[in-house]
Structure formats: structure tokens, C-alpha cells
């Protein structure tokens, strides 16, 4: 049987490995000023397979065990983090609208930018949070 | 009016009663992580989850928590 707390060890390993993806891929696009600056489904696959891997470890762990890798704490860090991310991506939004205004990059490299972006720090922002609350 | 800190006793009533934060946590439905949190002041339960503490202590909530300037 899987424990609560290496159902939360695991969604800060998957969380973590997508953040950087996406905040990769974001990073590459207007590095680079392309919008796909590598393979472009990665992050979306890495996101995909997280989501499977909690769905496993879930079930494998059981119901009471899941209940208590998914309570009260986990809700208040990821509220936390919906709010940050939420500004983060209207800001990123803005950015990414009068870069592309300016010509400064394609409106495409933009989208790419605020799309992987926004994930990111909402992903990355969970698995920092919920390592900072330690245990 | 600004709301006072929360001060708890949790660390002090669970250890009274010879349970462990792994202990605590399973008979409250929580996670290890939580009543560190909590006992530590770096995360503010619930009315809900304080409740269920007491209950699983066997005590009054107001003996776990209390505001500062009590």
C-alpha cells in the first residue's frame, strides 16, 4: 500500500519535472523566437503522464490514504498557488500582447510563452510550497 | 481589526498522550505534513480539521488553540 506522504512525494517529483518543462519550453520559445522551440508535445505528455501517475498512485494507495495526501494543506497550498499563477499569467498575457505588438517576437512565440508559462509557475509553485512546508 | 495569531498546544497534548505526528494524522485523516505544519504555526487549520483534532485528543478545541493576546 502506498502512503499519504509518498502520494505527496510523487506529486512534487511529477508537479517539479513538468514545471521545469513548461517553464523550459517558455523560456526556449523567446529565447529562440520560435513557438516551438523543442519537441512541442513534451510538456503536454509530462502533465499527461503526471495526471496518470497520481490517478495510479491514488488508487494503489486506497482511499483513506488519498484523502489524507489531498487534505486541507495540499487545498490551502494549491489555492495559494491559483491565486499567484492566475497574475502571473494575466502579466505574462500583457507581456507576451505588447511584445508582440512591439515586433519584438512572433504573436505565436507569445502564445507559446503564456501558455507553458502560466503551467509552469502554477505547477512549479505547488511542488515549492509543498517542499517548503517540509514534514 | 486585525485577527490575532493562533497559538497552539498540539505538540504538548499529543505528546501528553503518547502519539507520535504519524499517529495523529492517520486518526485525524490527515497528513503527516499537516499536524507538523500546524504544531510548527506555519499552516492555520480549518474550524473543521481543529474540531477533528480535538476530538481524536479528546479534548475542548479551545485547549489546543488559542488567540496571542489571550
Known amino acids: ?135 | 481589526m486585525s485577527a490575532a495569531p493562533l497559538h497552539n498546544r498540539l505538540k504538548v497534548l499529543r505528546a501528553e498522550r503518547g502519539m507520535t505526528q504519524a499517529d495523529l494524522a492517520e486518526a485525524a485523516g490527515v497528513s503527516r505534513k499537516t499536524i507538523n505544519t500546524i504544531e510548527n504555526r506555519v499552516f492555520v487549520p480549518s474550524t473543521v480539521l481543529a474540531l477533528t483534532l480535538a476530538r481524536v485528543l479528546g479534548c475542548a478545541v479551545e485547549e489546543i488553540f488559542s488567540l496571542a493576546d489571550e
Not at chain 1, 494507495?61 to 489555492?79: E, K, N, T
Open chain 1, 1 to 135: 500500500m502506498i502512503h499519504a506522504d509518498r502520494i505527496a512525494l510523487l506529486r512534487q517529483l511529477c508537479f517539479g519535472a513538468t514545471a521545469v518543462a513548461c517553464l523550459l519550453y517558455a523560456k526556449l520559445a523567446l529565447w529562440l523566437d520560435v513557438p516551438d522551440p523543442m519537441i512541442w508535445w513534451i510538456p503536454g505528455a509530462l502533465g499527461a503522464m503526471s495526471a496518470a501517475v497520481m490517478l495510479l498512485a491514488g488508487a494503489l494507495a486506497g482511499d483513506a490514504q488519498a484523502r489524507m495526501a489531498y487534505d486541507a494543506l495540499y487545498a490551502s497550498i494549491q489555492m495559494c498557488a491559483g491565486n499567484f499563477a492566475f497574475w502571473a499569467g494575466i502579466a505574462l498575457a500583457i507581456a507576451a500582447s505588447v511584445g508582440a505588438a512591439q515586433d519584438l517576437f512572433l504573436p505565436e512565440v507569445g502564445l507559446a510563452t503564456v501558455g507553458t508559462g502560466m503551467a509552469g509557475v502554477y505547477l512549479g509553485l505547488i511542488a515549492v510550497m509543498e517542499r517548503r512546508a517540509g514534514g
